[in-house]
């Protein structure tokens, strides 16, 4: 066995090693001759709080063979390994360490390094400077007095200190990389960066200094702190911002996010929503929006989209990347916390406990780097070990940290039996004093560990600050600085220099660095076209909510099933007084919508099989319900009235007779696709010949555009709650949440209008079409294999009745599809029993350009219809790219025998990119 880094373990981990390994009675009892290699530095013994145990090293160095020792380093520039050796010869090879068996050893310098790689001004640079602080002013003479400090200079206090420490480091700092940008600086004959510099220090509150007082003159530095990102501000933000979004009706909490940081509004413009009813009505408006993006996708796209559009503000702060990053690492937290289905409220409080219990221990809670692209690092001395930077800066190091005791008890090493627990009992106990002295040189002898540590990081320069500082006697630097001018004739000419400079009060920010050479720029290879996007259902349908709404807003985000469903004002448009249940608000418009689309997804169809009105939700069915309202948001005392509601719309859904003569539960798994999402090419389209042809066919005909798009192209995507087959033929279907005054066959038909599901049916038919066709390819026929489209409106759904239908125009279908059509058609996901089903096929099917014979009234709630082949070669034709192929002779005749008015010779050109008279070319 080998064992790396052995300095740091502990007794029972090398009894362990010595017994399995080494020359111990498991080894003698099998026969086996030891093999145990120990690798390790006691120098760099500094995890004693960790449970590490230097002596552990030493007690086995003493039976160990002598191994041979590493004399070359090659890391550091022979100027820095004789500053090095310069500063342990004062303090004592061996007195250094404080420990015995503990000593410092010459090495010689490898070939990897020259001296002549760091040069300042022309001239090979210093490879240790020494800035000395000035001495303190001299105490009152009565204070003195007072004191006994007559004639005796009292040291910076510790505060003083730092503050000293950290001028001089940022304008050494400043000044290597001034010289960097004017070439005066360089290492290895490139110009010093940010990157090349590392600032160690003992204390994550010390970094955060550091870090601060270096952004102020504008140089980028990154810290590896340790704290929890949940005591962040950024998170008391967030959590601001989510509780105003579960409410947004409650200005107190709406001002509360504005004034966040993220958002970033004054105090000004937060006093005016009181004044300014339109202002507030304005960011009322936006805090909807962006409730509405958390529910659809996630907290993390929601404060992604936050993150882009205030991005530009917040990395102008001085800690803006940190801000951004911290505002990052908690949105992924929160989604991976959203997806245990907490719900809104339940993600809100998630977040209110994890800021309450911010652990800074928690690795998972920890802060994730910024950057550290060029840019200073700044590290704690312990994280240092181990790794190397071109020049190291060590401004606290010389500073104590004062005299803090044991507290009530310590741990220490005593000779012949190791470790030892020591308790405080009594006041005046000598053997606790004794213990608490033993257990504070131990601490005094790592702290000269952790400079070893510290010194040796460096490749081409330190830079170390000293002088009269709070406890400087105490710290293991003390001893190295006493005699400077021995310490720079034993270094070497040149290798250290003392400096006694004043940094200035107010050092001018450093600026921005300036790309010396601008790649040219590259000239387009291909055509972008500008009007080419994302298209749904959904945003088409609301491109004319309003000059005020984009257009163009979630149009790339897939909704979730219910997301069309209307709410608010909407709802209650097409609602009547003669609601034939009592109406909650609370189980209405689009959340409910969603949630219930989810059950839908997630239920077992099956175990709906024997469920009759008025029973319960059968066994294991109602955790889904429950989960789905939890998710929407409901509370917990909304849990009950939500699971009875959608029990009996679930339940009603499932068992009632479909057109086709099955019940949604009778249909196997295998045969059935929850929620196939799809994304389609389209060519570009005129959108007034696209209008124009809908138009003839009864479709969407108070529609006079799509938004200010006069074209469309790219791709349409969206998601159909339900694909099935039976008897050999595929069918679509849409679960609705609407409230309606009726479920006759009537009021579905002015549903279906108002809110335009005619078109969204259509888009639907074409994305499955398209897919069979091109799976089957010549095997598939739209009239023989498409069975048609059912639109569920699941409050008028009542299991007790059957139902048959009437098919509608088979011809508007086929003309539709054919637009949407592209011969390179993204492929969705393969599903084998969509396919080819085996069923027979359905011998009362009609054929192509003839309509189903009407079967009957259909059940109340069924809106059940099948476009006709024609109408979908058509569309597929137009959105290929194809206008003629969409008005062929053969279209036109069926438009004729239809009794429908053929398209003019002008309209059939609106597809190929002509005008017509009076209509700018777009």
Same mark, same amino acid.
């Given at each position: 066995?080998?064992?790396?880094?052995?300095?740091?373990?502990?007794?029972?981990?090398?009894?362990?090693?010595?017994?399995?390994?080494?020359?111990?009675?498991?080894?003698?009892?099998?026969?086996?001759?030891?093999?145990?290699?120990?690798?390790?530095?006691?120098?760099?013994?500094?995890?004693?709080?960790?449970?590490?145990?230097?002596?552990?090293?030493?007690?086995?160095?003493?039976?160990?063979?002598?191994?041979?020792?590493?004399?070359?380093?090659?890391?550091?520039?022979? /100027?820095?390994?004789?500053?090095?050796?310069?500063?342990?010869?004062?303090?004592?090879?061996?007195?250094?360490?404080?420990?015995?068996?503990?000593?410092?050893?010459?090495?010689?310098?490898?070939?990897?390094?020259?001296?002549?790689?760091?040069?300042?001004?022309?001239?090979?640079?210093?490879?240790?400077?020494?800035?000395?602080?000035?001495?303190?002013?001299?105490?009152?003479?009565?204070?003195?007095?007072?004191?006994?400090?007559?004639?005796?200079?009292?040291?910076?206090?510790?505060?003083?200190?730092?503050?000293?420490?950290?001028?001089?480091?940022?304008?050494?700092?400043?000044?290597?990389?001034?010289?960097?940008?004017? /070439?005066?600086?360089?290492?290895?004959?490139?110009?010093?960066?940010?990157?090349?510099?590392?600032?160690?220090?003992?204390?994550?509150?010390?970094?955060?200094?550091?870090?601060?007082?270096?952004?102020?003159?504008?140089?980028?530095?990154?810290?590896?702190?340790?704290?929890?990102?949940?005591?962040?501000?950024?998170?008391?933000?967030?959590?601001?911002?989510?509780?105003?979004?579960?409410?947004?009706?409650?200005?107190?909490?709406?001002?509360?996010?504005?004034?966040?940081?993220?958002?970033?509004?004054?105090?000004?413009?937060?006093?005016?929503?009181?004044?300014?009813?339109?202002?507030?009505?304005?960011?009322?408006?936006?805090?909807?929006?962006?409730?509405?993006?958390?529910?659809?996708?996630?907290?993390?796209?929601?404060?992604?989209?936050?993150?882009?559009?205030?991005?530009?503000?917040?990395?102008?702060?001085?800690?803006?990347?940190?801000?951004?990053?911290?505002?990052?690492?908690?949105?992924?937290?929160?989604?991976?916390?959203?997806?245990?289905?907490?719900?809104?409220?339940?993600?809100?409080?998630?977040?209110?406990?994890?800021?309450?219990?911010?652990?800074?221990?928690?690795?998972?809670?920890?802060?994730?780097?910024?950057?550290?692209?060029?840019?200073?690092?700044?590290?704690?001395?312990?994280?240092?070990?181990?790794?190397?930077?071109?020049?190291?800066?060590?401004?606290?190091?010389?500073? /104590?940290?004062?005299?803090?005791?044991?507290?009530?008890?310590?741990?220490?090493?005593?000779?012949?039996?190791?470790?030892?627990?020591?308790?405080?009992?009594?006041?005046?106990?000598?053997?606790?004093?004794?213990?608490?002295?033993?257990?504070?040189?131990?601490?005094?002898?790592?702290?000269?560990?952790?400079?070893?540590?510290?010194?040796?990081?460096?490749?081409?320069?330190?830079?170390?600050?000293?002088?009269?500082?709070?406890?400087?006697?105490?710290?293991?630097?003390?001893?190295?600085?006493?005699?400077?001018?021995?310490?720079?004739?034993?270094?070497?000419?040149?290798?250290?220099?003392?400096?006694?400079?004043?940094?200035?009060?107010?050092?001018?920010?450093?600026?921005?660095?300036?790309?010396?050479?601008?790649?040219?720029?590259?000239?387009?290879?291909?055509?972008?076209?500008?009007?080419?996007?994302?298209?749904?259902?959904?945003?088409?349908?609301?491109?004319?909510?309003?000059?005020?709404?984009?257009?163009?807003?979630?149009?790339?985000?897939?909704?979730?099933?219910?997301?069309?469903?209307?709410?608010?004002?909407?709802?209650?448009?097409?609602?009547?007084?003669?609601?034939?249940?009592?109406?909650?608000?609370?189980?209405?418009?689009?959340?409910?919508?969603?949630?219930?689309?989810?059950?839908?997804?997630?239920?077992?169809?099956?175990?709906?099989?024997?469920?009759?009105?008025?029973?319960?939700?059968?066994?294991?069915?109602?955790?889904?319900?429950?989960?789905?309202?939890?998710?929407?948001?409901?509370?917990?005392?909304?849990?009950?009235?939500?699971?009875?509601?959608?029990?009996?719309?679930?339940?009603?859904?499932?068992?009632?007779?479909?057109?086709?003569?099955?019940?949604?539960?009778?249909?196997?798994?295998?045969?059935?696709?929850?929620?196939?999402?799809?994304?389609?090419?389209?060519?570009?389209?005129?959108?007034?010949?696209?209008?124009?042809?809908?138009?003839?066919?009864?479709?969407?005909?108070?529609?006079?555009?799509?938004?200010?798009?006069?074209?469309?192209?790219?791709?349409?995507?969206?998601?159909?709650?339900?694909?099935?087959?039976?008897?050999?033929?595929?069918?679509?279907?849409?679960?609705?949440?609407?409230?309606?005054?009726?479920?006759?066959?009537?009021?579905?038909?002015?549903?279906?209008?108002?809110?335009?599901?005619?078109?969204?049916?259509?888009?639907?038919?074409?994305?499955?079409?398209?897919?069979?066709?091109?799976?089957?390819?010549?095997?598939?026929?739209?009239?023989?294999?498409?069975?048609?489209?059912?639109?569920?409106?699941?409050?008028?759904?009542?299991?007790?009745?059957?139902?048959?239908?009437?098919?509608?125009?088979?011809?508007?279908?086929?003309?539709?599809?054919?637009?949407?059509?592209?011969?390179?058609?993204?492929?969705?996901?393969?599903?084998?029993?969509?396919?080819?089903?085996?069923?027979?096929?359905?011998?009362?099917?009609?054929?192509?350009?003839?309509?189903?014979?009407?079967?009957?009234?259909?059940?109340?709630?069924?809106?059940?219809?099948?476009?006709?082949?024609?109408?979908?070669?058509?569309?597929?034709?137009?959105?290929?790219?194809?206008?003629?192929?969409?008005?062929?002779?053969?279209?036109?005749?069926?438009?004729?025998?239809?009794?429908?008015?053929?398209?003019?010779?002008?309209?059939?050109?609106?597809?190929?990119?002509?005008?017509?008279?009076?209509?700018?070319?777009?």
């Amino acid at each position: 066995a080998l064992v790396d880094e052995f300095q740091d373990t502990d007794d029972r981990q090398w009894s362990i090693f010595s017994n399995v390994f080494g020359e111990g009675p498991l080894a003698h009892a099998a026969g086996l001759e030891p093999a145990l290699f120990l690798i390790g530095d006691p120098k760099q013994a500094i995890y004693g709080f960790r449970g590490g145990d230097v002596r552990t090293y030493l007690a086995a160095a003493v039976t160990a063979e002598l191994a041979p020792p590493l004399s070359h380093n090659f890391r550091s520039r022979p /100027g820095v390994l004789a500053a090095i050796d310069a500063l342990y010869a004062q303090a004592g090879y061996s007195d250094a360490f404080l420990t015995d068996g503990i000593a410092f050893h010459p090495v010689q310098a490898g070939t990897k390094r020259v001296d002549e790689d760091l040069q300042r001004d022309g001239v090979t640079a210093p490879a240790l400077t020494l800035w000395r602080a000035p001495e303190p002013p001299p105490p009152p003479a009565a204070a003195a007095a007072k004191t006994k400090q007559a004639g005796k200079p009292k040291p910076w206090s510790a505060g003083r200190a730092r503050e000293l420490a950290t001028a001089a480091c940022v304008a050494a700092i400043r000044g290597w990389l001034a010289g960097g940008r004017d /070439g005066t600086a360089t290492i290895n004959a490139r110009p010093v960066q940010a990157g090349d510099i590392a600032v160690l220090v003992r204390s994550h509150s010390e970094a955060t200094r550091i870090q601060q007082a270096l952004g102020a003159v504008g140089i980028p530095a990154v810290a590896a702190g340790k704290q929890s990102l949940f005591a962040t501000d950024e998170a008391l933000e967030l959590l601001a911002l989510l509780q105003a979004l579960l409410d947004p009706g409650d200005d107190s909490r709406l001002r509360a996010a504005l004034a966040t940081v993220l958002i970033g509004e004054d105090a000004i413009a937060i006093a005016a929503l009181e004044r300014d009813g339109e202002h507030h009505r304005r960011w009322q408006q936006k805090a909807l929006d962006w409730r509405e993006r958390w529910q659809r996708g996630g907290p993390l796209a929601l404060i992604g989209d936050l993150g882009a559009t205030h991005g530009q503000r917040l990395l102008a702060l001085i800690d803006g990347e940190r801000r951004l990053t911290n505002y990052l690492q908690l949105a992924e937290q929160l989604q991976e916390a959203d997806a245990r289905a907490l719900g809104p409220h339940g993600l809100v409080d998630w977040l209110s406990r994890r800021i309450a219990n911010a652990d800074k221990e928690d690795e998972a809670q920890q802060l994730r780097l910024e950057s550290d692209a060029r840019r200073v690092q700044i590290v704690t001395l312990h994280k240092s070990k181990g790794l190397e930077y071109p020049l190291v800066f060590l401004p606290y190091i010389g500073i /104590g940290r004062g005299d803090k005791g044991a507290g009530r008890h310590c741990v220490v090493h005593a000779p012949e039996i190791g470790r030892q627990l020591h308790w405080k009992t009594e006041r005046d106990d000598p053997s606790w004093s004794a213990a608490e002295a033993a257990w504070k040189q131990e601490q005094r002898a790592e702290d000269a560990r952790l400079l070893y540590v510290g010194l040796t990081r460096a490749e081409h320069a330190l830079w170390i600050a000293s002088g009269p500082f709070h406890q400087h006697e105490r710290t293991a630097l003390a001893g190295m600085l006493s005699a400077l001018d021995a310490l720079q004739g034993a270094a070497g000419e040149g290798a250290v220099v003392i400096d006694t400079s004043t940094p200035p009060a107010n050092l001018p920010r450093l600026p921005p660095p300036i790309e010396v050479q601008v790649p040219p720029a590259r000239n387009p290879q291909r055509h972008i076209a500008p009007e080419w996007w994302v298209y749904s259902f959904t945003q088409l349908a609301n491109a004319d909510a309003g000059a005020a709404t984009d257009p163009m807003a979630s149009a790339t985000v897939v909704g979730s099933g219910g997301s069309d469903e209307p709410s608010g004002s909407e709802a209650v448009a097409v609602a009547v007084a003669t609601e034939a249940e009592p109406f909650d608000p609370r189980f209405a418009g689009n959340r409910f919508g969603v949630v219930m689309h989810d059950v839908f997804e997630r239920c077992d169809f099956a175990a709906w099989h024997a469920w009759r009105p008025g029973q319960a939700a059968p066994d294991g069915q109602a955790a889904p319900i429950l989960e789905a309202l939890q998710r929407g948001g409901y509370a917990q005392d909304e849990l009950d009235d939500g699971l009875r509601m959608l029990t009996a719309l679930i339940g009603h859904t499932l068992t009632v007779a479909l057109p086709e003569g099955i019940r949604l539960a009778d249909v196997p798994e295998p045969q059935r696709r929850n929620e196939m999402e799809f994304h389609f090419a389209m060519r570009p389209t005129r959108v007034d010949a696209l209008l124009a042809l809908l138009h003839r066919f009864g479709l969407v005909g108070d529609r006079q555009a799509f938004g200010a798009r006069q074209r469309l192209e790219g791709l349409m995507t969206g998601l159909i709650d339900l694909t099935y087959t039976v008897g050999g033929r595929w069918y679509v279907l849409d679960y609705k949440s609407n409230r309606l005054p009726s479920y006759d066959a009537d009021a579905l038909a002015r549903a279906m209008a108002h809110s335009e599901y005619e078109l969204q049916a259509l888009i639907y038919t074409v994305a499955l079409h398209r897919w069979l066709r091109f799976r089957l390819g010549a095997a598939y026929d739209y009239a023989r294999d498409f069975g048609g489209v059912r639109y569920l409106f699941c409050r008028g759904v009542d299991a007790g009745r059957s139902t048959v239908v009437a098919a509608a125009s088979e011809f508007v279908v086929e003309t539709v599809g054919t637009s949407m059509a592209d011969q390179r058609t993204p492929e969705p996901a393969r599903d084998a029993t969509l396919d080819r089903p085996d069923a027979a096929r359905n011998p009362g099917a009609t054929t192509a350009g003839a309509p189903s014979a009407p079967l009957g009234d259909p059940a109340p709630g069924i809106h059940a219809w099948r476009f006709e082949p024609a109408l979908v070669q058509a569309l597929d034709a137009l959105f290929a790219g194809k206008p003629s192929d969409a008005l062929s002779n053969q279209v036109l005749d069926q438009l004729s025998a239809n009794g429908v008015e053929p398209l003019s010779p002008r309209e059939r050109d609106w597809g190929e990119g002509t005008s017509a008279p009076g209509t700018p070319t777009p």
